[in-house]
């Protein structure tokens, strides 16, 4: 049903910033809500924020409030994250997801997955 791809992934250094985008070639709902995810070797996969698709309603996680910001595109189907004042702990696979019917930092709500992208950033 919804297919999504993501890009922006990359290394930077402490205090900079990366832009992810993942885009969506299948239909999103008007009930759907768009999250994005994050796992760091040996950790358990952890929510970083969550938009839903409709309203543009947000929600993050503490961890990256005030540093990262989720936006989307309903126009071309894209969500973002902004992540700036990086820090090391931020290292991790980044992973955009979609839920239907959903509004919330449970990932096992959220039934379709990106391939996920790579963040490193350094000391």
């Known amino acids: 049903q919804v297919q999504l791809v993501e890009s922006g992934g990359g290394l930077v250094q402490a205090g900079g910033s990366l832009r992810l985008s993942c885009a969506a070639s299948g239909r999103i709902f008007s009930s759907s809500a768009m999250g994005w995810f994050r796992q760091a070797p040996g950790k358990e996969r952890e929510f970083i924020a969550t938009i839903s698709w409709s309203a543009g309603r947000t929600l993050y996680a503490d961890s990256v409030k005030g540093r990262f910001t989720i936006s989307r595109d309903n126009a071309k189907n894209t969500v973002y994250l902004q992540m700036n004042s990086l820090k090391p702990e931020d290292t991790a696979v980044y992973y955009c997801?979609?839920?239907?019917?959903?509004?919330?930092?449970?990932?096992?709500?959220?039934?379709?997955w990106g391939q996920g992208t790579q963040v490193t950033v350094s000391s």
């Open positions: 997801a979609a839920a239907d019917w959903y509004f919330g930092g449970s990932a096992t709500h959220y039934s379709y």
